[in-house]
């Protein structure tokens, strides 16, 4: 079953913890994004990988880092910096080829 | 169109009726358009998508219309069903910059009536 895969589907953030959310495409796409949802407001990028190995911030990289080990997975640590974290985020991807982007289901991390 | 704080634009059709949801752009230099639809609780779903050297494209139920001249997209849905009851919102990229990074408009909130 190709596609993109989010985990969790939600998460819960302590005050000063780190938290991870996963990302995982079949899909053999050479670029991941990784957007923000808030209520009532477009998608804002926060990191995105081209290739393995590389990857750049986005307009809101604050409070956020990444990694891209394998061309498979792009996951994203919410730092204990990222002062307002509640939200909606997406994970995306596409070939290098393509204009066009492909979402995930999302994650709705929420702040305890 | 824009929303305003944390309100979306809303449409509300009636079934069998016909959608039109629009998205005004602001920046000339952006040569190629996508809607999307996003369901509520869920990642955006890729509906259609055009190119700037054509005015309009159709797919199954659905058509794009571009018009340049007062940047302007649309997003027509024929014959709408409860199923797209959605939010759908456009997304834009820009010819000078890079291939990868789009830019996402607010959405409309459609909701269709049995």
């Known amino acids: 079953d190709g596609g993109i895969t989010q985990s969790p589907k939600y998460l819960f953030r302590k005050e000063g913890q780190n938290v991870t959310l996963s990302c995982e495409q079949n899909?053999?796409?050479?670029?991941m994004y990784w957007y923000r949802q808030d209520p009532g407001q477009g998608l804002r990028l926060i990191y995105y990988s081209q290739i393995v190995n590389d990857f750049q911030k986005g307009d809101i990289a604050e409070g956020y880092s990444v990694s891209r080990e394998k061309k498979e997975s792009f996951p994203l640590t919410v730092t204990s910096a990222q002062k307002n974290p509640t939200a909606f985020y997406l994970c995306?991807?596409?070939?290098?080829?393509?204009?066009?982007?492909?979402f995930g289901p999302g994650t709705r991390l929420l702040v305890l | 169109g824009e929303s305003v704080g944390l309100h979306l634009p809303t449409l509300s059709v009636q079934e069998g009726d016909n959608s039109i949801i629009n998205c005004a752009y602001s920046n000339s230099a952006s040569d190629y358009f996508i809607w999307y639809k996003q369901e509520s609780g869920k990642g955006p779903q890729f509906i259609i998508d055009i190119r700037s050297n054509m005015d309009k494209r159709q797919g199954q139920r659905v058509t794009v219309l571009l018009n340049k001249t007062v940047k302007h997209l649309s997003l027509q849905i024929a014959a709408t069903q409860p199923g797209d009851s959605a939010v759908y919102f456009c997304?834009?990229?820009?010819?000078?910059?890079?291939?990868?990074?789009?830019?996402f408009g607010k959405g409309t909130l459609l909701t269709v009536n049995p």
């Open positions: 899909l053999n796409h050479d670029a």
């Open positions: 997304a834009e990229k820009d010819s000078g910059g890079s291939n990868y990074k789009l830019t």
């Open positions: 995306a991807s596409k070939p290098g080829y393509q204009e066009t982007q492909y």
